[in-house]
T-cell receptor
């Protein structure tokens, strides 16, 4: 079945450091890929998405490119801020958009 | 536009009891999905409703059930609670099947003692 695997956390970075959170997926067909973010005490918020191969999703300085050849959708940000501290979830929806599959989440802490 | 609302936000129940959680989707959204979030298992899909019909169901026992009303509001029910049911229950709404974007509520934190 479809699944998402993302790097284990927690991740701790200094402010202005470069961030990469790895995400790989297994899916049949042509899934859509997402990154969600969850701030403490809140629900998940959509951060960015890509619906087909080679698409790049971007938002708030975060980027991820849908790589079909490596079945990956790694999240990157060039310079993290303290306010980026949160849990990040990689997710996919099957090609019918019928069901979402989430990774286990990666906790990011950014220290000043 | 108001976001997804979930009530109650916090709940404490005893083993063996049952519980009902409520979710009001974003106005105009007709699809509601439920997830269980625990530290050990992450986010696990429970079920999805669209236009009052259950479209998909995750791998949970029959103690977990749900329904959706004509105004798209949804409830989920857990009967005969177990300690392992302690979790954050998240509801997400979308405009419809294949919409690809889900909007999450803040969740209901259920503690079973």
């Amino acid at each position: 079945g479809d699944s998402v695997t993302q790097m284990e956390g927690p991740v701790t970075l200094s402010e202005e450091a470069f961030l990469t959170i790895n995400c790989t997926y297994t899916a049949t067909g042509y899934p859509s890929l997402f990154w969600y973010v969850q701030y403490p005490g809140e629900g998940l918020q959509l951060l960015l998405k890509a619906t087909k191969a080679d698409d790049k999703g971007s938002n708030k300085g975060f980027e991820a490119t849908y790589r079909k050849e490596t079945t990956s959708f790694h999240l990157e940000k060039g310079s993290v801020q303290v306010s980026d501290s949160a849990v990040y979830f990689c997710a996919l929806s099957d090609s019918g958009g019928n069901q979402f599959y989430f990774g286990t989440g990666t906790s990011l802490t950014v220290i000043p | 536009k108001a976001g997804v609302t979930q009530t109650p936000r916090y709940l404490i129940k005893t083993r063996g009891q049952q519980v009902t959680l409520s979710c009001s989707p974003i106005s105009g959204h007709r699809s509601v999905s439920w997830y269980q979030q625990t530290p050990g298992q992450g986010l696990q899909f429970l079920f999805e409703y669209f236009s009052e019909t259950q479209r998909n169901k995750g791998n949970f026992p029959g103690r977990f059930s749900g329904r959706q009303f004509s105004n798209s509001r949804s409830e989920m029910n857990v009967s005969t609670l177990e300690l392992g049911d302690s979790a954050l229950y998240l509801c997400a709404s979308s405009s419809g099947p294949s919409s690809y974007e889900q909007y999450f509520g803040p969740g209901t934190r259920l503690t079973v003692t």
